[in-house]
Nanobody
Framework: VQLQASGGGLVQHGGSLRLSCAFSGRAFSTWGMDWFRQAPGKEREFVAAISWKGDTTSYADSVKGRFTISRDNAKNTMYLQMNSLKPEDTAVYYC?????????????????WGQGTQVTVSS
């Protein structure tokens, strides 16, 4: 399995971006998918998760109501729509995969990680 995150960039405060995580491997539909982020000098933190069935999603409190996680099994891709971006959303965003993941956050046990994509929100 390989994960390829993309879609990051520079955006103004209040703007929007959509991140993508392309999944290479077998049976994407059996993998729960998560987004994490890491800002400079800070620990990596959970952002959002979606279950392998696509019926359960979870969000960090800091992004609830602004970010939406989704998946398209036909395209083997997961997305993170980010609206109303704030400077504190600036970070490198990573996607992660867990086989039969339930769409709830956890501290460890992810099977695969992708490389990051930089999101920078200017004030």
């Amino acid at each position: 399995v390989q994960l390829q995150a993309s879609g990051g960039g520079l955006v103004q405060h209040g703007g929007s971006l959509r991140l993508s995580c392309a999944f290479s491997g077998r049976a994407f539909s059996t993998w729960g998918m998560d987004w994490f982020r890491q800002a400079p000098g800070k620990e990596r933190e959970f952002v959002a998760a979606i279950s392998w069935k696509g019926d359960t999603t979870s969000y960090a409190d800091s992004v609830k109501g602004r970010f939406t996680i989704s998946r398209d099994n036909a395209k083997n891709t997961m997305y993170l729509q980010m609206n109303s971006l704030k400077p504190e959303d600036t970070a490198v965003y990573y996607c992660a995969a867990t086989w039969l993941g339930t769409g709830t956050p956890k501290n460890e046990g992810y099977d695969y990680w992708g490389q990051g994509t930089q999101v920078t929100v200017s004030s």
